[in-house]
C-alpha cells in the first residue's frame, strides 16, 4: 500500500505529521507518523473494527454478532478464533 504521505507529495498537498484520518462516526482509519510507520482500519456499520494492518505487514479481521461479540478473528500470525472454538494456532 501506498503511504497516504507520498500520495500527498505527488499531488502538492501541504500536511505535517501525523496524519490521522477518522470516519463520519469518529473511527480512525488511518494513522502514520514522521518515521514511515501507518496503519489503517475498516468499521462496520456499528462501529466495530472488522480489519487492520500495519506498515510492518501485520493484519487482523474480526467478524461479530449482532452484540458486538466477535464471532470470529483471524490474523497475519495464523491465529484463527471463532466462537465456540479455542485458538487455532498456524502450526507452519
Same mark, same amino acid.
Given at each position: 500500500?501506498k503511504k497516504?504521505?507520498? @500520495?500527498y *507529495?505527488?499531488l502538492? @498537498?501541504?500536511?505535517?505529521?501525523? @496524519?490521522?484520518?477518522t470516519?463520519? *462516526?469518529?473511527n480512525?482509519?488511518y =494513522?502514520?507518523?514522521s =518515521?514511515? =510507520?501507518?496503519? &489503517? &482500519?475498516?468499521?462496520?456499520k456499528?462501529?466495530?473494527?472488522? =480489519?487492520?494492518e500495519t506498515? &510492518?505487514g501485520?493484519w487482523?479481521?474480526?467478524?461479530y454478532?449482532k452484540?458486538? *461479540?466477535?464471532? /470470529? /478473528?483471524e490474523?497475519?500470525?495464523?491465529? @484463527?478464533v471463532?466462537?465456540g472454538a *479455542?485458538l487455532? &494456532?498456524?502450526q507452519?
Amino acid at each position: 500500500m501506498k503511504k497516504l504521505s507520498e @500520495i500527498y *507529495k505527488e499531488l502538492g @498537498i501541504a500536511f505535517t505529521f501525523p @496524519i490521522e484520518i477518522t470516519n463520519e *462516526k469518529g473511527n480512525s482509519t488511518y =494513522y502514520e507518523n514522521s =518515521y514511515g =510507520y501507518w496503519w &489503517r &482500519r475498516e468499521h462496520d456499520k456499528d462501529g466495530n473494527e472488522t =480489519y487492520s494492518e500495519t506498515s &510492518r505487514g501485520d493484519w487482523r479481521r474480526r467478524e461479530y454478532d449482532k452484540n458486538g *461479540k466477535v464471532t /470470529y /478473528y483471524e490474523d497475519s500470525d495464523g491465529d @484463527i478464533v471463532f466462537e465456540g472454538a *479455542k485458538l487455532l &494456532r498456524n502450526q507452519t
